[in-house]
């Protein structure tokens, strides 16, 4: 009987990748050292699982505990233990996501996440911006610009995302050359827009931070009202590459409650699973979570771009089909 081939078992990152990546991780646990964050860690597993309609968590079965969730993002632990009293944290962690496979995507990766107390957005920025200066070099990413989410997409996709219409998301992504969706739903659009068009074509000649997003992309973050609301969040790029995505908190329970009530509806519209919201994490907002911003980074984006790699395989050792 023939013998079924062997799987490779040969890492995908060679020596020089590892040996950069660990540089890159013990300047981060340097930099936060020197400004006394606690390094923290909370548990991959959880009984609640992402809400938000654009992830899927994956998930294992406990014997005699049932259905628990790999996370996602350590945010809600991490800020269950803000409102109990912990300060300033960070933590460096392997994160899982279905379905997520490409040249910058693996399924298990690793996600750097901090939380600062009585920053807001703005100042969070200032701070993402000192340590990529300690990771990749300023020369590396300055002059470094912050646009508005609505300034960011009018000059890279030549479209007012405030005011746009179906017809005119439709004419855009035409004129760009991209096929449409079988749904064209206003946001939908948007989010190929912005995907694919003005993304893409953010922080090339220095890193840009795209800010204040419109209240119905807010996601964890507070809302600002205005005409129009925006939200208080900000994304990083760098190369056309999205690094990092941060927030000045949503400290109200009950709106966080409605807003994970509104992703379940997404999510049943869209045919996606229904998933239990994080109980844990609602009740430590009721308790009272700190004013706070945080942020995650996605350190083997950041590990791509030091080593001039072109695919995330390059830098990480075992990806989804050799793990």
């Known amino acids: 009987m023939r013998r079924p081939a062997p799987a490779d078992w040969r890492p995908t990152a060679g020596r020089d990748a590892l040996a950069l990546r660990a540089q890159l991780l013990a300047r981060v646990r340097a930099f936060f050292a020197e400004r006394s964050v606690l390094e923290v860690e909370t548990p991959v597993l959880s009984r609640g699982a992402t809400t938000d309609p654009h992830i899927e968590s994956l998930c294992v079965e ?3 505990a049932g259905t628990r969730y790999l996370h996602t993002s350590p945010e809600f632990p991490m800020k269950r233990l803000l409102a109990a009293g912990s300060g300033d944290i960070y933590q460096i962690c392997r994160v899982f996501r279905d379905g997520e496979r490409g040249r910058r995507h693996n399924a298990e990766f690793t996600l750097l996440e901090w939380y600062r107390l009585g920053f807001d957005h703005h100042a969070l920025m200032d701070e993402v911006t000192a340590l990529m200066h300690v990771l990749l070099g300023p020369g590396r990413i300055d002059p470094v610009e912050r646009l508005s989410f609505r300034d960011a997409v009018k000059r890279e996709a030549g479209i007012d995302p405030v005011t746009a219409s179906v017809h005119d998301c439709v004419r855009c992504l035409t004129e760009h050359g991209l096929a449409l ?3 064209q739903e206003r946001e939908t659009l948007l989010d190929l827009i ?5 993304g893409p074509r953010l922080g090339r000649a220095g890193a840009t931070f795209v800010y204040d997003y419109p209240a119905t992309r807010a ?5 600002r009202p205005g ?25 109200d329970a009950e709106e966080q409650r409605e807003r994970f009530a509104a992703d379940l509806r997404q999510r049943e519209r869209d045919g996606k699973r229904r998933v239990p919201v994080d109980e844990q994490l609602l009740a430590a907002l009721t308790a009272g979570l700190p004013p706070c911003a945080g942020v995650a980074l996605g350190i083997d984006r950041v590990v791509m771009l030091a080593a001039g ?12 089909e050799r793990a």
Do not use: C, K, M, T
């Open 181 to 183: 969706p079988a749904e």
């Open 227 to 251: 005409d129009p609301p925006v939200a208080e969040r900000f994304e990083l790029y760098l190369d056309g590459i999205e690094l990092a995505n941060g927030f000045h908190e949503l400290a």
């Open 194 to 198: 912005v995907g694919e068009i003005a």
């Open 219 to 223: 996601a964890l973050a507070r809302v």
């Open 62 to 64: 406990l014997s005699g």
């Open 309 to 320: 790699a072109e695919r995330i395989d390059e830098v990480i050792a075992f990806p989804s």
